[in-house]
Every structure is written in structure tokens, then in C-alpha cells.
């Protein structure tokens, strides 16, 4: 009887590791979507750039009726900028940060009690 009793603990424990690993992976999946529709639009913004260059320079050089084009991709680019950095916060908030030792700032593992480059004593 004791032996079904600790399986069943046993079972529940996998059913909880299982759970943490789809959440996990769900999480993986969401930062890679993310990283991708960061590099996506920053070669939009790079574009944008590269026109409001141009744009500036033809302007500079005499042409007219250029101002609103500009102003256009100015305001473009900077809600691209806006976008790209709500993405970075919504990254941070999904990648778990490292522990790191209060002296020296090295990385630690997450069970580390003790820091490796210093000895200094990590505290929970």
C-alpha cells in the first residue's frame, strides 16, 4: 500500500515538473516571437533613417515640398522605437535573471552558496 501511495506523490511531482516545463517552453516561444519582431522592425527603422537622410540632404540641396514626408517618417520612427522598447520590458519580464554575487557581480548558478570568484557568502 505504501508502495501506490508514493507512487501516486511521485506521479503528482512529474505532473508539476510537466507543468513548469510547458509554461517554460510557452515562455521560450513568446521571447523568441518577440526577438523577432524586434529585428523586424528595426530594419524598418533603419530604413526610416536612411530616407530621412536622404529626404534632408535633397531639402538641403534646394529641393521643396519635402517637410511633410520627413515629418511623416520622423513620427514613424519614433513609434517604432516605442514599440521596439515595450518588446525589450516584455523580454526582461520573461527571462529570469541569473543570481549574482553581492561583492563582486559575477554570475552565480542558482544553487550557488558561496560565490566562486570571491568566496563571498550568498544570501538568499
Known amino acids: 500500500m505504501e508502495f501506490i501511495k508514493n507512487l501516486g506523490e511521485k506521479a503528482k511531482d512529474i505532473g508539476g515538473m510537466a507543468k513548469d516545463l510547458t509554461k517554460r517552453s510557452g515562455e521560450l516561444l513568446e521571447v523568441t516571437k518577440l526577438r523577432f519582431e524586434i529585428n523586424k522592425l528595426q530594419k524598418i527603422l533603419d530604413n526610416n533613417l536612411e530616407a530621412i537622410g536622404e529626404l534632408s540632404y535633397r531639402r538641403f540641396k534646394g529641393e521643396e515640398g519635402l517637410g511633410e514626408e520627413i515629418e511623416r517618417l520622423l513620427q514613424s520612427t ?20 541569473a543570481p ?13 552558496n558561496y560565490c566562486a570568484n570571491c568566496g563571498q557568502k550568498v544570501v538568499e
Do not use: F, G
Open 78 to 97: 519614433q513609434v517604432l522605437e516605442k514599440d521596439m522598447e515595450n518588446m525589450k520590458e516584455q523580454i526582461e519580464k520573461l527571462t529570469p535573471k
Open 100 to 112: 549574482a554575487c553581492p561583492k563582486c557581480s559575477k554570475e552565480l548558478p542558482q544553487e550557488a
